[in-house]
């Protein structure tokens, strides 16, 4: 019974990784997906625990960035914001999420279903 209480509510601290949400990205409809910190972009090519590139079905074009604890996630958050075109840094938190250590940002606005489904990719 004590395992069992003490299983019950414990959240999984473990950080997300590139390289362990990769491969969930390809089963859910993601087109193009990259680990490669060349085709990344600056940003995610130089997180701690890596970035992807990804494309949904609709063309949706998604960046996350890995942080090396949520601790640093901020800070990630603003590099987005200040290499994003000026165009882009009104409406960056319509297209810019996080996730315990992971910096999610899409070309445009991603509909519910997209959004879920990176979510539920993330792993470490």
Known sequence: MAL???GC???NSKPFTATASAPCL???GFTGVTTNP???GFVAGFADFGGIR???AT???LTIAFTASPDSVASTEAA???HAPKSLRPHISDIMSTNRNAVLVWTTTPTGDEADAATRCLKG
Do not use: C, E
């Open 59 to 61: 063309g949706n074009v």
């Open 80 to 82: 987005f914001k200040s």
């Open 26 to 28: 390809r089963s859910n």
């Open 38 to 40: 060349g085709k990344v």
């Open 54 to 56: 990804a494309m949904s």
């Open 9 to 11: 509510g414990v959240r």
């Open 4 to 6: 069992v209480a003490a």
